[in-house]
């Protein structure tokens, strides 16, 4: 009985408005999303949403983003989250070190001897026992360890320099968010290493456009580009949007810059041309030859040296009967 189905106090209201820009955006996730949080009187935890709607967290969140870039969720609904690091970890003794370094059906020798050839260093026992968290708590494969102990190390060197490397915890740490974002498989790691890397290359156009030339973005700062890199803003625009930063606010102000972008953005205006037609201004003519925006660049050097990683891994554990 269709009646059945509207029971007395398990009714949801929903505006108009908010029933039109949820269409209107086309997204099901945020849909989906808007009703959670309804049922759940507003309040966002990422971490429950996730449970309840059977998704990651990183699926989650990009919804959440949605429905905050629809104005239909407010960033503060969010509540603490912590990343997943495990409170108690087995106590691994050197004796379980020992035997599975001695199992030869096992590829955590072969990650062992890339992990350390990746580092420069041998690994210490604490260092070991981290590892095999990773790998026998964690129970991320051997390749998705390899993939990320190459982003942590290309990561330490893009932001302080060759020849920097990363701790163990510090890999720990970011292995514990890959498992929370769903990164516990070669594929699902790809896709994301793919997507870092068209947003490097996007972060090195940007930035001269902001006048930073001379230091690399911190994370917040980060967050920003890649969202102005998600909505498809042209580099005149985003360029035009920091003028009218610099003019209103005197310096730079990335919040400030962000507001302009984000009502453009729900505007559907991502070129000079077309701010510019809105405004009812003629689009502006660049004062000279307009260089081409380069291409992202083929997968380079931290590619490169992470596929021979990976092959050599491979090749390893072939040899040994492990994988």
């Known amino acids: ?131 095999y968290m990773l790998y026998d708590y964690l129970a991320l494969p051997a390749e998705v360890i390899l993939l990320l102990v190459n982003w942590c190390v290309e990561e330490m060197e893009r932001k302080y320099g060759e020849g920097h490397k990363p701790r163990m915890p510090q890999i720990r740490k970011e292995a514990c968010r890959w498992q929370e974002q769903g990164l516990n498989t070669p594929e699902a790691v790809e896709r994301f290493l793919r997507k870092q890397a068209v947003l490097h290359t996007r972060e090195a156009q940007i930035l001269p456009l902001l006048n930073i030339r001379d230091r690399q973005p911190i994370d917040p700062e980060r967050r920003y580009i890649a969202k102005w890199v998600e909505w498809g803003f042209e580099d005149e625009a985003i360029r035009l949007a920091y003028e009218r930063t610099i003019l209103k606010k005197q310096s730079m102000n990335w919040a400030y810059m962000n507001s302009i972008l984000r009502n453009w953005n729900e505007k559907g205006l991502r070129t000079v041309a077309a701010i510019e037609a809105r405004d009812g201004k003629p689009a502006r003519m660049p004062a000279g030859p307009v260089a081409p925006v380069p291409m992202p660049t083929p997968p380079g050097e931290a590619d490169r040296r992470a596929r021979e990683d990976m092959e050599r891994l491979r090749a390893f554990m072939k040899q040994g009967g492990g994988g």
Request: proline share 7%; hydrophobic share 40%; charged share 25%.
């Open 1 to 131: 009985m269709p009646d059945a189905l509207m029971l007395p106090g398990e009714i949801l209201s929903m505006s108009g408005a908010a029933a039109s820009r949820l269409i209107a955006k086309g997204s099901g996730d945020g849909a989906l999303l808007y009703l959670w949080l309804l049922r759940q009187a507003g309040e966002y935890d990422p971490q429950a949403a996730g449970r309840g709607l059977k998704w990651d967290l990183a699926r989650t969140q990009a919804a959440f983003e949605e429905l905050v870039d629809l104005k239909l969720a407010d960033s503060r609904q969010q509540v603490s989250m912590s990343l997943p690091v495990p409170d108690e970890p087995p106590e691994y003794t050197a004796a379980d070190l020992t035997k599975e370094m001695e199992n030869t059906a096992s590829p955590f020798p072969s990650l062992v001897t890339e992990v350390q050839r990746r580092l420069g260093k041998l690994l210490s026992t604490t260092d070991l026992k981290t590892l």
